[in-house]
């Protein structure tokens, strides 16, 4: 029977490796039943944040296609159409954020 090594990397270990093992134990703390501070959560809170805000300042600039495409009804519903689209995308999204608040991941 072979004896596994200790789980903390060496202080000779190379930086590739040393990043491969960091990489590898936050997959494995992520997987478990518990959750772990790592900076993949603060990039996930970041991409939430940022697509939300994106997609208000759509919904804002839709109003002003809409009026812009005065006296071409078609053109006046697509962009009614997108908008409300857009709508339930922003819906959605804060439904997340506001999950992953109640879950104290945010």
């Known amino acids: 029977m072979r004896v596994k090594k200790a789980l903390w990397p060496s202080h000779t270990m190379s930086k590739p490796s040393y990043w491969k093992y960091v990489i ?3 997959t494995i703390v992520k997987s478990s039943s518990f959750r772990w501070f790592s900076p993949f959560s603060v990039s996930l809170d970041h991409d939430l944040i940022q697509d939300l805000n994106k997609r208000l300042d759509a919904l804002w600039r839709y109003d002003q296609y809409i009026a812009n495409a005065d006296g ?3 053109l006046q519903k697509m962009w009614r159409d997108f908008k409300q689209q857009e709508q339930e995308n922003v819906k959605r999204l804060k439904q997340c954020v506001a999950k ?3 879950q ?3």
Request: aromatic share 8%; with cysteine; glycine share 8%.
């Open 24 to 26: 590898g134990a936050i």
């Open 72 to 74: 071409h009804p078609e």
């Open 100 to 102: 992953e608040i109640e």
């Open 104 to 106: 104290d991941c945010f």
